[in-house]
Each structure stands twice: as C-alpha cells, then as structure tokens.
C-alpha cells in the first residue's frame, strides 16, 4: 500500500491500529475531527469533519485504500449520527468513486443485527436488525457500500465489529471480543486479497463462545487467532450477575437493544 | 380509521389516493411541501416540509395511522434525498413514537432491490441491493421502521412499490406496475389487520410477468385483482424494442440501475 | 373404500364428515368413546375407550383405511390427553401395523405449530412448536404416524386441522377455518392418491388471509374450494376488538397459547 | 421471428408442434433425421443427423431462434444416445455460437430429476438425478446450456418436458401431462421475454397433482391453461391399479425409473 | 449450583457422572427406581419412579438445575416407554414450573433422528425421524420442553446423546462417540450459560468422521476434546464387517432403525 | 483392497499417487493410453483407451476399486472430451455394473463449478455452472455417477479437484492446491468408509482461503493437514499481479473460464 486514509484515527481504536499497522503502508493518512498532534512516522494528518463534504473529497484524493472507522460510535442523538454517519459514509464513498481511491475497510457494527436473539447463529446473509438509531446509521453505510459496489465497482468488506477493546470489559463481551491484533490482520487480509468484492464480515476473534458464521467468507483467509477465553477468569467476569431475561442478555446488542430512545 | 396522515399528498401518487380513499376515514390529513388547495370534503391539509422535526411533530399528532409517501421519489441529489427520505423518515417514525400514532405504511421501492437480476424471483427475505442513492435512502427508511418495531413496537408494511401508474410506461412495468386500485385494497388491508408486524411487501398487481413472491406475507390478505395483460397490445408496448443485454433489461430496478451518478 | 375406519366419530367434527362421508366406502365402521345410537345404511359401531389396547386391536382388524379423529381435542388434564391421544394414537398405529389396516389420515392440529408467530408463513418442513399439551400430543401422534412409515411402510397424511366448523367463531378462525366439505375432499384425495407417503398437510380453506403454505403437498392434488371470505362482514367477526400485542393474536395458537397451566 | 429451426420436425411431438406453431414465424425451417415430405406453407426441410457436426452448423446457419426436440426421446443404447444427444446436443450450440443464432428452447426432460421420489416437490433448483442414460444426455445438454449462457451469453430455455401427448396414457401422466397448446404457449413466450437468461422450466399444465413449482421462472410469464383434471374419469385411468411400493410409483420418472439396464 | 438434581443416577452413564460432577455442586440430588447406597460426600439420594407425580414434584422441589437422565434409556415396550418416558418427562416438567426449579439438561437421543441416512449432515434444525418407540418418546420429552419454553420460560438443553461410553463399542460409534468428560463439559457450560434458551445439542466428541454439526449452537461455548481416533486401530474395531446396504449401517440409528417391532 | 484400478496412471496425477499408494492394495492395476514400463513390485499395467468399450471390459473385471483419473484432464476439443470422458466414464461405470467392480473414487473437477464467483462459497448442493467442455464432460461424469447409485447401487465418491500439484503454481492455486498427500488420504477414506455413497467432495486442502466447505461429507472423515500457507512467500506468488475485475479472478474456475473457445 501507497498511501492509506485511516478515519477516526484519533478514537480509542484508532489509536490503537496506528500501533499495529505502523509500517504496513508507505503513508498512513490520519484523520479526525479534532486534533492529532503525536505523528509518527509515515503518518500524516488531516483535520477533518466527515460531513464536510469538500473537506472529504480532498481529504480522499490520492489515497489507494481506506479505513473508515470515523463518525459517532454509540448511541447518539440523530444529528450527530446524521452528520458523521450519513454525511460521512456517502462523502467517503462518493469521494472514492470520484478519485478511483481503491478498496475501502468499513467499520460496520454488530448494532446493525443487534435485535436477533443470542441463540441464533447469524452469517452473512442474515437480515439486518438494528438496535438503535447508530445501528440503524451502520445499516445505511453498507447499503451505499453495497450500491457503490454493484453500480461503480467500488469494492468494500463491511465489518460488523463485536468489541475491539484490550480486553473484555463485560460478559456480553466474551462472545463479542475481537483483539486488535485480530483486526489488524484481518485489515491486511482485506488489503491483500487478490479480489474482495463486497462481502460482510463479522469482526471478532475465536471466542469459545460464537454468536456469528463467518464461513462464507472464508475466501478471505482471516483465520482469528486470539480467544476471551484468557479472560473467563477475570474478577469482573465472574462477579457481574445476568438474568437471561434481560433484554440486554437476550438479544445480541446487549445494552444497546435495551436501552430506550437516547435522551441528551 | 378516524384521522389517517398521508404524506406527499400532492404527488401523482398521492393525488390518486385522495379519489380511491375518500370515505375510508374519517378525516384524511393530508401533507405536501407545496400547497394543495382543491380540498374535499373530510380531508384537511399541513404544508409541511417532511425533513423540519418540529413540523413533522405537530403534524403526526391526533394521528391514528400514517400513509408516508412523501420525500423524494426518484434519483435526485443526496441532499435533496438527505432532507425529504433521511431526515424525513426519521421524524415521521420518532413522531409516531412519540405520539403513538398508530401504525405507518412506508412506501418503499423496488429500487431497494433494483440490482437484482430479472431472472431472480425475489421474496420478502432476499438481500437489498438499491440501485441508486433514491434506493439506499429507502432502504434507511426500511431499517429505521424494523428499528421502531423492535423497539417501540411501531408497525410498519415496508410495501416496495413497483410502478403505480395508470398504465405501464413501457414494457418492463408490464412486469412491475401496481394499479391505484390494487394499492388501495393494500392499504385498507394493511391497516384493518389484527396484526400486522414490520413485512415487508412487494407492491405489484397480478401481472402475467412476476419478479416477486408475496407468498411470505399472505397473513395480509392482499390479492391483487389487476393485471398488466390489458396493455400487452398497446402500440407504446409493442413498439418497444429491448436488448437483453440492456443494464436497464438486465437489472430489476430497470433505468435506476442502469444510469450512471446523478448530476444535476 | 370397503371399510373404513371413523374414530371420535361422536364428536362435532366426527358427525359432520358421516354426512359427507356417506356412500364413499362399501362400510364406515364408526367408533367413539360414547355411544352412537343414529346409524345410517353403510355404517356401522364400535364402542371404544382409545386407550383399551385389546380394544383398539379388535376395532382396526379388517378396516382398509383409518380416519383417526379420536380422542381429546382441545387442552385438557395430561391424565386425560395422556390416555385419549397419547396410549389412543400408539394402539391405533400399532394396530394397522399388526393388522395391516391400510392408510391412516391423522388429525393433528395447527396447536402443534401454535407458538409461531402470524406473521411467520409456515409450511410442511416448519418446526413443531407447539401450544398446549393438547399440542405436544398432536405433536407425538405425528412423530409416531413417521416412525411407522419409517420402519413400516405405514402411509399416513398428517393433517395439522385448523379450525373445521360451519362457519369461523372469531376473527381468528378467519384465517384457520377449513369448511367440512374441503376436509371431505381432502379426505378422498388422501385415500385415492397414487402414492401417500407420511406428508405434513395444513387443514385449511382458501381463505383470503393465509398462515400456511401446502405448495410442498401439490402431490395429493388438494384444492380448496370454500373461502372464509363469505363471513367477514358477519356481525361477530366485525365487532370483534382485538389488540396485536394480545399473546392469542401474536400467536397462531391463539386462545391456546395465551392460557396458562390447564386447571381442572 | 424471422426464421426458426424446428428439430426432431418428425416426431411426434414435431408434429404436433407444426400445426399449434402455424404462421407464427415467417419461416420454420425444420429438420430430421428421417425426410419429411408434407410440407406447409412457411415451412422448410433440411435432412440432418444431428450428430454430424458439418451438417448442423449448416442446419443453424441464418436461424434466429431454436427449438431443440431433435434426438433420443426415450431409453435407448449408449451409443444412439451418444450421437443424437451428446453430439447432438454439442453441435447445436456451437453452430449457435459461431452463426449468434439466437435463442434455443431446449427440450430437456423430466427424466433428468427422475430419481426424486413423488411427495418431492421440486423447484428450479432441485438437484439433477437422472433415471436413465436418456436422463443424463438431457442433463448433459442441461450443464452445457448453461455453459453456452456463462462463456458466450447465449440464452437457452431447458424445459424439463413431462408428457406432452394429447392426452394422459396413464395415472402417472395426470401429474406430469403438459397440453400441447400450453407448450406452445410456452415457447412463444420463451421467443417473445425481453430477456431470458438460462431458466430452468418444468414442462407441465395445470394439472390438480403437481410435482414440479415453477414459482422461480415467474418472470417468463407461462401461466398454462390446460389441466388433466379433464382426463381423471376415463377408463384407462380409472381402471389401472397402482402399487405405492412400486419403484414406478415411487419416483417422478415412473417407468424409467424403474426399469433397468436397456438392452437392445 | 446449589443443588442440582440428577435422575436415573443408577445407570452407567448416571455412575460415570457422579465421578466426573464431584464437587461441581453444593449437592448433588441423586435419585433412580433402583435403590443406590454407596453416596459421597455432598450427594444425597432419593429413590423415585419417575412416573409417580407426587414423587416427582417432591423430588424436584429445591433444585436449581436438573440433568434428566432417568427413564427408559433403549427400545422397550410401550408401557414402559409411557410410564418412564411419556410420564416421567412430564411429571419433571411440570415440577419445573410448579417449583422454578431452574434449568433441565434434558438426555435426549440420536434415536430421535435415527432414520436419517450417514451421508446426511443433520444439524438443530433438521425433521425427527425416530427410529424406535424409544426415540418417539424422546421426540416427545423435546417438544414437550419446548412448550415448557414458549410458555413458561423453563431453559432446557436438548442434548442428543450419540454414545457415551468409555470407548466405541463398533464401528458405528466412531461416529457417534461422546466420552464423558466431553460431556461433563457440555453439562457445566449448558448451567453456565448467560442465557441458554432452548437449543437442541447434538452429544458427540470431536471425532474424526462426523454426521452431526452443533455450528448453530456455538453460543454455547462447547468444544469437545476428545475424539474416538484414539480406538480406531482396536481390534474389536478393525474386525467388525460392514454392509454398506445394512439399514444398520444405512441409517444413522443403527441397530435401533434395522430392528424390527420389540417383542418381549 | 484386493485389487485397484488405478486409470490414468501415466499423468502427472497418476504418477504421484503411484508412490504414496504403494504398498496399500496387493495389488494395483494401473492403466494409460501411453505406456508404463517402469512398475514397481504389486503394480501391473494394461494399456487401454478409456473410450474402446470392450478394452475397459476387460479392464475393470476382477477389480474391487477403482480411482478414476483418466481421459482429458484440460479443455481440448470437443471429439477429444467425447471419446475420454464421456465415452471413458460411460465405459467405466457400465464396466461396474456388469462386473459388480466396487467403489469408483471419480477425479471430477472443480471446473464442474468453474463459473461461480470467487466470493461464493460452495458446497456440495451448489448448482454445477461448468467453465469449459471439459468441465461440462466431468459433470457429465457426476450424473452418470449418480445415476449408477440410484439405480445400481455403484458406490463413487465424486471428487471436485482443485489443483493437486507440488506447489501452487500461481496465486489462485493458494486456494484450490490440494497436496498430493491429502488426495491420497482422502482416497484411501473413502475405500475404507463403512458406507460411501455417492458424496460430492472438493478436493483441496486445509489453505488459508477457502473457496469451498466440505462439513457435508464430514462423515468421510477426511480431515486435510497440508496447507498452502507454506507457499504464500515464494517469488512467484508474491511477483504475481492480479487484478480483480479479470474474469480468471472473478471466476473460480480462473484461466478456464476466462478463455475463449478451444482452438486446436
């Protein structure tokens, strides 16, 4: 990779990928909305709200790959997700058609089939569910992935992340955990196939627990190679009490699927 | 029905709707960006610009049932789409939240799944694949009301519209036309269910040609009871001649799927 | 036909197909926990506890044909389902078997299915979820006619009843009603195929609003004719008031998956 | 249709076809192994075996649309099935290829799915399990059909044909009768769809006993007429006597099925 | 776990998990028809037929989990079948509900799916197809647990046990094989689990050959360790004969699906 | 194993596997249509053409196995495929038949598939779309296979090969390679199966993408241990420039199905 455009580079997951991907491509072009000012080298940055749409297109322009994790990444009021969410992935994609910018990496989200039950094994094909207005954001993105895709050949993998933190931070977490040394290789992985398409891809690592089938995506060759299982034990795990009657057990969301209308 | 809301009441659709549907309620509120000014007796209007939250609010209230056809109907630019479809879904659905209104019939499109091929028979299960920004904002609206159902219990008919026109326009609407008539039979059954969930629900009348499968729904009890065969013969029909080749004969969503970016 | 076999032939249903029945077979041997005292030409009686073995053996030998409608037919205690559906459908099996009595068409009933939701279109290859013990029973009787098609070459059709009165008593019913004289031709298609097999069959007219697909079932060359269409606006049905979060509107069940733990 | 290359003109399905297809194209230029001498206006004649490659390319030169009957019609030694269907086959899809000849409707056969049991319903995408070495050359022709639309976009109707006769010979025919007017009304929509693709179509009326669901080619418009309902009460058929048990009965391809190695 | 009740605890398997579940819970509730005497420390006994309905509510009372094993474990007669199976799946479900006793890890069979053939790949979803009386009863203990679920909330794990033995006893069982310690696993994850639903588990190790995939239920968390490539090279195996054309060998039961009608 | 025909066994393929076979039949009866002079000890040879139907009599009398290699192994002409594998296949299986040979291990293709798309996992119900005459004539193979199952009881394993070489040749090949000893398990698993069948299997080893899923012939217990993994750095896999919108990366079937016509 030339010059790769990682977005939301100065969220808790975008720092993180600066440090495992620090290398891998000759630029990494960083953005966000505020301020980085810790540049490595390699890295370049450019301050930048997604719902700018001028601000995209250069933003985009001269880039061959993109990782777009940028906008809001919870439950928000419905102008932020609009401006960041909505704005953002059709400024992004648009900018990549308009300046042929290569494959794009978007972080989609488990949000986006938050409603399905915990027993129930999801894999690509599995109707969308969102669980809040961001899952509901999400679920637009990989539409105009997918559109960008059949009409301008603009290939995509739609991640649907579980959580990508250092560790889990809740039982839910156990079967949702995705290390970030995972994710890094399966960004490789997505960089490097000799054809992508526009596949969806459940991001999470080989948990002794499984909620999502990533077999028919196999042609990927990311095979995950860490596991929650080095948490069961911890302390926070064991204690924390769940009723399997709780909407937040119960579906695969978690608190997102029951929470209620998001308040200011 | 006491007062049933219908959205882009001023449009070719909505203006048939106002003759077949007049009697059905109590009042019909009527809504549209421009002015209407020809009411009749027991319909009321709103001008009301679909993507003003506030406008939105007031003018859902005291509703007991949404027909929602307002918004942008074809491929436009996305701010236009951004404001009438993205926006606007999101206050008529979080109105009705708030306002209990009632259940909504969504007037989705076929260009939610327009890049599926003709050869294709389609369900309500089959994967969307919009043919166009128009498509993708349909879409969001599609996913916003599954989100409001799970959540809030809101229900919605997700009816994909094919083409409701007086007649076909040409000869792949002797595959996708509704008549008037078939959709107010859908309406009325849509609403006078016991039950009627999130379906979704293929808006087409009995043609001899079929790219879509309402077996999945047939709890509603829509049996169309036109057909397309009446215009096989029509000059405009006969005349047409088509490449098989054709992006636009080839993909379902027909000329959406086959145009290039919208440029105004 | 030379003899057939009517079990539960006291009950509604029972009386009802004697009527229809009438001159079909050389001999309908009739048989019912209680007496039957009314015989017609053609017909003859058994008095029979289902659940008497010895009793079951007597009344099957020489019968080509079984219509096996006995035993209980709505919740009951487990005593009672126990002994009428439960010991009632193995010494019936087991009877043919011994006897080799010829084909069996099994009332079983849609409370075997009765825990999905109306929104969900079933067919023959849909789980069993059933909704009451009377359901679970139904339920058992199939899996019994299955195993002895299996290892005995014993053809059975199982007919998942749904409500078959003269007219639907609720709003429900219009979409479960099967008219007597759709059963009647049901039940002749059932003894006059070619090849039975052990099918699942949903008992039901052409009623405009549909839960059940038997297209897997074309086979048999069943094609009602009644439609429940006729009483909808029959005074009971339109002033029925029903709410969709009400468990027996949610559910296809109905009243049977709403009630709790039978009580004496 | 300008001109239409008619094979197998001498059988009797040709023969019928002659007549129902009379005027439909400016010319139908038939062909045979055997010579043919009653010839219509409009009509044409060329001898060819079908297995002589020169002769077919000739035989396809100038055609803009196929009806492919020409060959083996039933059980037969390898080496007849060898030429007429294998040959045969192969020779006319590359004359179309190398002459764009235009559409072919090939006359597949039920024969091909033979081994499905009856309660089996099959769709378009049923697996093939041919009956007979007749069976696998039109399963042949099948596999390089679709190989002729993949490579070189060359569309092909394979219709699994029944039993097109003027009437049902036997109890098994009224499953797998098709009218020869319902045929015909097949192929003229075949010529006449926009696009057609590479379908697969179950060659069959409306019979009351349906094995086959062409549900998947809804697209192409073929709604039958006829139906062996008409035929249920005659003699032969009311007089035959039928084993479930017999391989013949048990599955779709009746007597094919049941036979074994053909010996000359 | 407090105290977990486990019935028929004088079987072999029963035995085999008394050693393996030592320590797990604060008690262990044994109980059988046939008296046990040789308790260990934390066990405690209660002798009870499990067709006994007041026995069983008393037995059940204070539990918070059940691993019902108890009952007729192979083909046997009716009577025995309806009084441990029949009966005594119900008396338990019932002292579930009455008591809230907590989760049942239901023994249920591969016999409940015995007549499917090898070369069939069976997962959750697939038909029963019993191969016995006694896999009809089982059929049985899991519908009747899936009502317990729909209706009453009691989570239940349908556990179809393949062979849990030290070691294969034939060739069958290479297939079939589940060691006890795999499933002493499954029995700590299946009361473990955030939230267990109903799910149906199929009880086998990680062997190398394989009819069954759990892949639907990896939300369990269940990885057998053992496989029965440990015993292929024992005598009793390399020596054992096969007919592939055996129903024995044909169907997935084995000897439960080649055995005719049980005789006393 | 008595004796194994081997066919085919002058290729390349046919070479490789005479030394990871050696020494596990007494005896191995290998043939070609070119000479063999080099056997080793337990090897004999016939030299026969596949298409001679008398010559492959006399070849498959006195085997009980046979591994099915010969005939055309690339796209070729039309008259060459014909008399190699489709004359060769027919000779085969009638061989079978007539001398009741045993299990046919059948070296079919995965250009049987060569026309789905790489990002489409398949498995063994997927639809055969062939990519060359070559690939139509191994599905040729396959029905022929099947038929010889359903109606004469020939066992065959129907092996879709990747590309069983040394090494992968080119970047593709990272995903179809199957190494020479993984064949060579899988054939001696499906001889030593206790019942076979008539399973499709993709033959290809344990690489790091994956294009197919064999959890459906799990019973075979074929588990592979090689992987391509190892190959992933050399030069000419790393120099290799591909680019995703070139039908022999889009296509499974790669250079097959991006080539033309054959032309001798």
């Given at each position: 990779m030339k010059r790769v455009l990682l977005t939301g580079a100065g969220g808790n997951l975008g720092r993180a990928l600066r440090k495992t991907l620090a290398?891998?491509?000759?630029e990494i072009r960083l953005s966000d909305i505020a301020p980085i000012d810790d540049l490595n080298e390699g890295e370049t940055f450019v301050q930048c709200d997604l719902g700018d749409y001028e601000a995209v297109m250069s933003l985009v322009?001269?880039?061959?790959g993109i990782i777009h994790l940028g906008g809001i990444s919870v439950e928000n009021t419905f102008d932020s997700i609009l401006n960041g969410n909505i704005k953002g992935a059709y400024n992004v994609y648009e900018a990549c058609r308009r300046h042929r910018a290569g494959r794009v990496l978007f972080a989609s989200s488990n949000h986006v089939i938050g409603y399905h039950e915990r027993e129930t094994c999801l894999d690509a094909d599995s109707a969308m569910r969102p669980d809040s207005l961001y899952g509901v954001s999400k679920g637009f993105g990989e539409l105009l992935a997918r559109y960008y895709w059949d009409k301008f050949g603009v290939e995509s993998a739609l991640v649907r992340i579980g959580s990508c933190f250092?560790?889990?931070?809740?039982?839910r977490m156990l079967s949702t955990w995705m290390s970030v040394d995972d994710f890094t290789d399966l960004i490789k992985r997505v960089f490097a196939a000799d054809r992508l398409g526009c596949p969806v891809v459940y991001g999470v690592s080989d948990n002794p627990t499984k909620w999502w089938d990533n077999t028919k995506v196999s042609y990927l060759g990311w095979n995950p190679k860490d596991s929650s299982a080095v948490f069961e034990n911890e302390p926070h795990i064991l204690e924390e009490v769940v009723d399997p009657n709780d909407p937040a057990v119960r579906y695969q969301g978690g608190g997102f699927a029951a929470a209620g209308h998001f308040e200011d």
């Open positions: 290398g891998w491509a000759d322009e001269g880039c061959d250092d560790k889990p931070a809740n039982r």
